[in-house]
């Protein structure tokens, strides 16, 4: 059982980092930005930067992962938030939910029943225990 839980908790911790990794888009050390492209500025300063997790849930290849990116004196350096995650090819992939109805109770986005029922209907397979209940996140 020891085993199972410390192969768990690894996994875990490798979803997070993967998953952490994937909300700095572009830094210069790994590739050239595309022209236009919007780069926090501790990213673009090539700066330390420390994200403050709020909530991590992962059910196989899907997460639901609420963060805060903090330069070292633990001030935001950019907007964070909630994101819905998906394991494609190996890595972690942040979903667009621009093409969702627009809710004017929920502008937010905040994970309400309403809420993931639009996102199980637009990612099949989605699962509903990933998401935290309400006034469970922090």
Same mark, same amino acid.
């Given at each position: #059982? ?10 875990? =911790?490798? $979803? ?11 830094? *210069? $050390?790994?590739?050239?930005?595309? %022209? /236009?492209?919007?780069?926090? &500025?501790? @990213?673009? %300063? ?10 991590? !849930? @992962? ?17 935001? @350096? %950019?907007?964070? /938030?909630?994101?819905? #995650?998906?394991?494609? $090819?190996?890595?972690?992939? &942040? #979903?667009?939910? *621009? /093409? ?7 502008? #937010?986005?905040?994970?309400? &029943? !309403?809420?993931? !029922?639009? =996102? ?17 996140? /922090?």
């Amino acid at each position: #059982m020891k085993t199972f839980k410390a192969a768990l908790t690894m996994s875990y =911790l490798a $979803a997070a980092c993967a998953l952490l990794l994937s909300f700095v888009p572009y830094s *210069s $050390a790994r590739q050239k930005q595309p %022209a /236009g492209a919007h780069v926090p &500025a501790a @990213v673009r %300063a090539e700066q330390k930067v420390i994200f403050k997790i709020h909530y991590l !849930k @992962v059910h196989g290849d899907w997460a639901w992962i609420d963060v805060t990116p903090l330069d070292e004196k633990g001030k935001p @350096v %950019a907007e964070g /938030g909630p994101s819905l #995650m998906h394991k494609e $090819a190996g890595g972690w992939k &942040a #979903m667009d939910l *621009s /093409g969702l109805p627009d809710d004017p109770d929920n502008p #937010m986005q905040e994970p309400t &029943a !309403k809420f993931v !029922k639009q =996102l199980q209907k637009t990612f099949p397979g989605l699962p509903a225990d990933i998401f935290p209940r309400a006034g469970k996140t /922090g």
